[in-house]
């Protein structure tokens, strides 16, 4: 059974900088796309950004690109995310999830992820 356990998450100021972890378990490390996705109140949960643990390949939203990045560290089973130029709007509760590669067209697709970490919450204050 996949696992996955977030951390890192707080409360910053708009311009600051939060990284987020999450530890993996319980996966052939190799073929699977692992993502952050976040979800603010009264919206829908939003892909954020996802890594190819084969390639590296990433994938970023519109909204962080140039500003988020996500990373891996094999040897830990764990995957990163820095979050740089803090927003209000980048307040929500962030989530690491994980899925196999073969059955994920759209890496940003909440909905093509099996596996959830119970998430952590971000709050950027103006």
């Known amino acids: 059974q996949v696992q996955l356990v977030e951390s890192g998450g707080g409360s910053v100021q708009a311009g600051g900088s939060l990284r987020l972890s999450c530890a993996v378990s319980?996966?052939?490390?190799?073929?699977?796309?692992l993502g952050w996705f976040r979800q603010a109140p009264g919206r829908e949960r939003e892909g954020v950004a996802s890594i190819y643990t084969m390639t590296g390949n990433t994938a970023y939203a519109d909204s962080v690109r140039g500003r988020f990045l996500i990373s891996q560290d094999k040897a830990k089973n764990t995957v990163y995310l820095q979050m740089n130029s803090l927003k209000a709007e980048d307040t929500a509760m962030y989530y690491c999830?994980?899925?196999?590669?073969?059955?994920?067209?759209?890496?940003?697709?909440?909905?093509?992820?099996?596996?959830w970490g119970q998430g952590t919450q971000v709050t950027v204050s103006s």
């Open positions: 319980g996966y052939t490390a190799s073929f699977y796309y």
């Open positions: 999830a994980a899925g196999r590669a073969s059955r994920i067209a759209t890496p940003l697709n909440s909905a093509a992820f099996p596996y």
